[in-house]
């Protein structure tokens, strides 16, 4: 799927919309081995245990955030892995390459983003009491689906 | 074989992607970065080498440049696994001398058919 950029200049949130969901859907099912479909965010309030975040700089700038509890991100990292057991240090890394597949992905189905679009390295933040502000001024994007009952929230804060 | 990717996580999954595709792997060997995969390819033979762009130290296109100064390595294929999937990105790593290029998320299938062919008979 591609989606010329030009064109979403109008309604970025609009057009890019389904373009993160797909993203995200194609994460889950190839490297997690799970189908999962987006879900109305209001009606599942997660727990932000752990949330891995990664920026994006050049056409598109702003930060993707991967966020769910602590045992969704496990079993996240047990899915990647092929269900072998998993350090609290191996399921920062799988959910960080989450985030890092699902911005790649996003943004090479957007044509006329040719390698002006750059990734920084994922940061991976764990706890609950923390508060996560982006400097992002522009648009953003929400998409959450259910893992195993429980929701994965993926945000897209883009600068204008 | 040597795996390069600065996540542990990731360098478990393309094993096991590999051998998820059939390919079976003697010896798999895996480096954090660039400058690592040197160092590895300094001390040991590897049939293919499956690596990442964008890591720290140094990034996959600068080792895949660097590689001809290491007796070892050169000749040896390389393979590009990334999430940089853009047409110029593609073209950068080839002409820095990879030889294929799997754009993350990837599947064993996509895996083995880039890979296969480069090994030959060593599959």
Same mark, same amino acid.
């Given at each position: =799927?591609? $989606?010329? *950029? +030009?064109?979403?200049?109008? +309604?970025?949130?609009?057009?890019?919309?389904?373009? /993160?969901?797909?993203?995200?859907?194609?994460?889950?099912?190839?490297?997690?081995?799970?189908?999962?479909?987006?879900?109305?965010?209001?009606?599942?309030?997660?727990?932000?245990?752990?949330?891995?975040?990664?920026?994006?700089?050049?056409?598109?700038?702003?930060?993707?955030?991967?966020?769910?509890?602590?045992?969704?991100?496990?079993?996240?990292?047990?899915?990647? /892995?092929?269900?072998? %057991?998993?350090?609290?240090?191996?399921?920062?890394?799988?959910?960080?390459?989450?985030? !890092?597949?699902?911005?790649? !992905?996003?943004?090479?189905?957007?044509?006329? =983003?040719?390698?002006?679009?750059?990734?920084?390295?994922? @940061? $991976? $933040?764990?706890?609950?009491?923390?508060?996560?502000?982006?400097?992002?001024?522009?648009? *953003?994007?929400?998409?959450?689906?259910?893992?195993?009952?429980?929701?994965?929230?993926?945000?897209?804060?883009?600068?204008? | 074989?040597?795996?390069?990717?600065? +996540?542990?996580?990731?360098?478990?999954?393309?094993?096991?992607?590999?051998?998820? %595709?059939?390919?079976?792997?003697?010896?798999? =060997?895996?480096?954090?970065?660039? @400058?690592?995969?040197?160092?590895? /390819?300094?001390?040991?033979?590897?049939? /293919?080498?499956?690596?990442?762009? !964008?890591?720290?130290?140094?990034?996959?296109?600068?080792?895949?440049?660097? =590689?001809? *100064?290491?007796? !070892?390595?050169?000749?040896?294929?390389?393979?590009?696994?990334?999430?940089?999937?853009?047409?110029?990105?593609?073209?950068? %790593?080839?002409?820095?001398?990879?030889?294929?290029?799997?754009?993350?998320?990837? *599947?064993?299938?996509?895996?083995?058919?880039?890979?296969?062919?480069?090994?030959?008979?060593?599959?």
């Amino acid at each position: =799927m591609s $989606v010329d *950029t +030009s064109a979403a200049v109008r +309604s970025r949130e609009e057009n890019w919309q389904p373009i /993160l969901e797909l993203a995200v859907e194609e994460v889950f099912e190839i490297m997690v081995g799970c189908r999962v479909k987006p879900v109305p965010k209001s009606e599942h309030k997660g727990r932000g245990e752990f949330t891995a975040m990664i920026g994006l700089a050049g056409s598109l700038c702003g930060v993707l955030t991967v966020g769910c509890d602590a045992p969704t991100a496990r079993l996240i990292a047990k899915g990647m /892995l092929g269900g072998i %057991a998993t350090s609290e240090e191996q399921v920062s890394d799988a959910l960080g390459e989450m985030s !890092n597949m699902v911005a790649g !992905n996003f943004k090479n189905k957007l044509t006329g =983003m040719d390698g002006r679009c750059m990734l920084s390295v994922p @940061t $991976v $933040v764990t706890g609950e009491e923390y508060q996560f502000r982006s400097l992002a001024d522009g648009e *953003t994007l929400d998409v959450c689906v259910l893992f195993e009952g429980a929701p994965v929230a993926v945000r897209l804060e883009l600068h204008d | 074989m040597l795996i390069v990717d600065d +996540s542990s996580v990731m360098r478990k999954i393309v094993a096991r992607s590999l051998r998820q %595709a059939g390919i079976d792997l003697e010896q798999v =060997m895996e480096a954090g970065d660039g @400058t690592e995969a040197l160092g590895v /390819l300094r001390e040991n033979q590897v049939d /293919l080498i499956l690596c990442d762009i !964008n890591m720290p130290v140094m990034d996959g296109l600068e080792f895949v440049r660097q =590689m001809g *100064t290491v007796e !070892n390595a050169k000749g040896v294929p390389v393979v590009m696994i990334t999430t940089e999937g853009s047409e110029s990105h593609v073209v950068e %790593a080839l002409s820095s001398g990879a030889r294929g290029y799997i754009r993350k998320p990837f *599947t064993p299938d996509q895996v083995k058919e880039h890979v296969v062919p480069l090994l030959g008979t060593k599959v």
